[in-house]
Antibody, heavy 122, light 109 residues
Framework: EVQLVESGGGLVQPGGSLRLSCAASGFTFSSYEMNWVRQAPGKGLEWDSYISSSGSIIHYADSVKGRFTISRDNAKNSLYLQMNSLRAEDTAVYYC???????????????WGQGTMVTVSS | EIVMTQSPATLSVSPGERATLSCRASQSVSSNLAWYHQKPGQAPRLLIYGASTRATGIPARFSGSGSGTEFTLTISSLQSEDFAVYYC???????????FGQGTKLEIK
């Protein structure tokens, strides 16, 4: 079964750090681009970060640039998100999502994890 | 940043009837448009990509159309499991600056 399972969420104080993990199974992880997408409570979806299949190309949304770091370990079939300088507005469910390439364009998120909740509060 | 605007915010439809959801982009995204639905407490699920191609396992009652800046998702005969929040998403930008619409809540009338 193709699956993504996130972990690492929790309660953290403003200014603190947290590292999220996403374990992939059921597919050749090293062949796929991956992304993190967040959803604040009661709100819509917001793309945060992208990493190429090899890990050599990385992009971030402006809202997290300089604070968050996406990485991957293809030998461990795992995706990571290091979150530093956390703010109250970072409170959200964080999803890892597999991207497929359609007609040369990446960004169709065909597989999603169940999400992990991050709460930033004092 | 490309802004995606969905309408209406809430749509009330009876089971068995047709539902039509709209999505507008602030600039052309060609056909690089996807639709997802999300049920409470669950992750989003891909329905349509390339504006009109159904994802694996998605029933034929779901259809997408449009290109450029105007897109439509049609559900031909609503089933109970279709009541959810629907999001459109553009993936035309590179470097990626993927953006989602704010969502349309499809509720039972």
């Amino acid at each position: 079964e193709v699956q993504l399972v996130e972990s690492g969420g929790g309660l953290v104080q403003p200014g603190g750090s947290l590292r999220l993990s996403c374990a992939a199974s059921g597919f050749t992880f090293s062949s796929y681009e991956m992304n993190w997408v967040r959803q604040a409570p009661g709100k819509g979806l917001e793309w945060d970060s992208y990493i190429s299949s090899s890990g050599s190309i990385i992009h971030y949304a402006d809202s997290v640039k300089g604070r968050f770091t996406i990485s991957r370990d293809n030998a461990k079939n795992s995706l990571y998100l290091q979150m530093n300088s956390l703010r109250a507005e970072d409170t959200a469910v964080y999803y890892c999502a597999r991207a497929t390439v359609v007609n040369g364009y990446s960004g169709t998120f065909d597989i999603w994890g169940q999400g992990t909740m991050v709460t930033v509060s004092s | 940043e490309i802004v995606m605007t969905q309408s209406p915010a809430t749509l009330s439809v009876s089971p068995g009837e047709r539902a039509t959801l709209s999505c507008r982009a602030s600039q052309s995204v060609s056909s690089n448009l996807a639709w997802y639905h999300q049920k409470p407490g669950q992750a989003p699920r891909l329905l349509i990509y390339g504006a009109s191609t159904r994802a694996t396992g998605i029933p034929a009652r779901f259809s997408g159309s449009g290109s450029g800046t105007e897109f439509t998702l049609t559900i031909s005969s609503l089933q109970s499991e279709d009541f959810a929040v629907y999001y459109c998403q553009q993936y035309n930008d590179w470097p990626p600056r993927y953006t989602f619409g704010q969502g349309t809540k499809l509720e039972i009338k």
